[in-house]
């Protein structure tokens, strides 16, 4: 079945649910399911304790053991038939008197199996419409409504309201692999997808309303401490043992502990490895080792590109980690070859290279969880620098940046959450043939707080903002206020 076809069965399997509720409730399958382990029954009479009908079916339960509690009043003769159906469902061959209770109930048993039979009937079309048994989908959309004030751009400061939507697809062939699609699609433009002054937001997308396979990649297990990633469209951090930060943003330049030189990917085509160590207590230390490997040139035929080719951007990332549930401290490093800019953390001069260019970059990030939920935040710290090679005249040789996070879960209310966040974007400390970064003082920051409204709706105010986010003469401030909703 083609994608299309695909994403077209959720609403019309979404149609089949009201009439599979109708006919539950008028075979009332619990009343009649519910009689075989109660001794309650309904008041309407039909059979009563001084008929043969009702003598003939409480031996009959009691002998073949067929009801928790034998009737001791009256019945519907539905119940009766569903007590009937119960006892000599399976039974091959009955005797004259079974024979004379299913002629009696003959009716009232045809109604039954003929509900039943149309429910199995209907549940088999919902089936065929499914997607296959190995694979689950789940879904988010997202409102966005906001404005961001930049002083150095005249009438910045519209509101305007957007909109995001992320399918995800997750298929396991034997249980352990897994094989993973996004598609997603959006209409986020203008500030809320400005990676420059900081205001680009962690669910923005801005493929103008066509839905588009996002992420698609497969990963296995080899024995019990591996796990293996291969993918046409993946970003490295998706390939390594545990994640760098527990930190959740509002504006993507505070992901992954600092969105700059190390952690910092495009989507792209890649493998990875990671190994994770065993520990006997769920709650102690434990070490792993991963390592990435992305080209961002990897769809590319053109001479000297591809996954390998001299002149193709390349980054490989390794990552070292200690730490148990509740904490972590980590170094990262990344290498990167024929000039690959990381933007989103990070000021002009920070981030561009030289096509020639080639840089190793390191990121240390650290993580610390309460041990109960509340009052008491979760704290989150990244800091990277980088050492550029071949940088050339007027580009940064040397660059670097820090955050810090903090995050706070059922604050005030369960189920609601807060987030605030703080850092210097990467900027460059050293220019080959001189010069200074004019945005090194840079600060950006960001506060939010999420409303629970039911397991699928989550409303979240944020502001954010900056000084001399990128040019070093900028003054950003902003509002937005999300709401989002995941089925």
């Not at 961002?296 to 490989?316: H, I, Q, T, V, Y």
Request: glycine share 10%; proline share 3%.
């Amino acid at each position: 079945m083609k994608l299309f076809q695909q994403l077209l069965v959720a609403p019309a399997a979404l149609g089949l649910i009201a009439p599979l509720a109708a006919n539950a409730a008028e075979l009332n399958i619990n009343g009649i399911s519910d009689y075989s382990s109660s001794a309650e029954v309904h008041n309407i009479s039909d059979v009563h304790p001084s008929d043969w009908a009702f003598q003939a079916l409480t031996s009959l339960a009691e002998r073949n053991g067929c009801a928790v509690a034998t009737p001791s009043s009256s019945m519907t003769r539905y119940e009766a038939a569903a007590l009937l159906n119960k006892c000599l469902g399976n039974v091959a061959q009955v005797t004259e008197e079974e024979s004379r209770l299913l002629n009696e109930f003959a009716p009232e048993l045809a109604v039954i199996q003929g509900r039943v039979e149309g429910l199995e009937s209907r549940i088999s079309e919902f089936e065929a419409g499914q997607f296959s048994s190995t694979t689950k989908m789940n879904g988010k959309a997202a409102f966005i409504t906001g404005y961001v004030d930049n002083d150095t751009t005249e009438n910045s400061d519209s509101i305007t309201m957007e909109y995001m939507y992320q399918l995800n697809m997750n298929t396991s062939f034997t249980g352990e692999d897994l094989l993973y699609t996004r598609i997603k699609t959006g209409n986020v433009g203008d500030h809320f997808k400005d990676k420059s002054q900081g205001t680009y937001l962690a669910v923005a997308n801005g493929n103008g309303g066509v839905l588009k396979v996002d992420k698609i990649w497969y990963q296995f297990p080899v024995g019990d401490n591996l796990n293996v990633w291969v993918g046409p469209r993946i970003e490295n951090y998706y390939m390594l043992a545990s994640a760098p930060s527990i930190y959740k943003p509002i504006t993507k330049q505070f992901a992954l502990g600092g969105n700059g030189p190390v952690y910092g990917s495009s989507t792209s085509p890649g493998f990875g490895v990671a190994w994770t160590q065993d520990v006997e207590d769920p709650s102690a230390g434990r070490w792993a080792i991963s390592a990435a490997y992305t080209a961002k040139d990897g769809a590319s035929s053109s001479e000297d590109k591809g996954m390998f080719g001299d002149d193709g951007r390349s980054a490989l990332l390794t990552k070292i980690e200690y730490g148990a549930p509740r904490w972590q401290v980590s170094a990262a490093a990344a290498f990167k070859d024929n000039g690959w800019e990381d933007s989103y953390f990070a000021t002009s001069a920070g981030k561009e290279r030289a096509s020639d260019s080639s840089e190793t970059a390191i990121g240390l990030r650290a993580y610390w969880k309460p041990e109960s939920t509340g009052a008491v935040p979760s704290v989150q710290v990244g800091y990277d620098f980088t050492n550029v090679d071949d940088a050339g005249n007027g580009f940064a040789d040397e660059a670097s940046g820090w955050m810090v996070g903090f995050g706070w879960k059922d604050l005030w209310v369960d189920g609601n959450r807060a987030g605030i966040a703080l850092g210097s974007r990467v900027s460059a400390s050293s220019i080959v043939g001189g010069g200074d970064d004019a945005a090194d003082d840079n600060t950006v920051w960001e506060a939010y707080y999420s409303f629970k409204i039911n397991d699928g709706v989550t409303v979240t105010p944020a502001v954010f903002g900056g000084e001399d986010t990128n040019a070093g003469t900028e003054e950003i401030s902003g509002a937005v206020l999300l709401t989002e909703f995941r089925f």
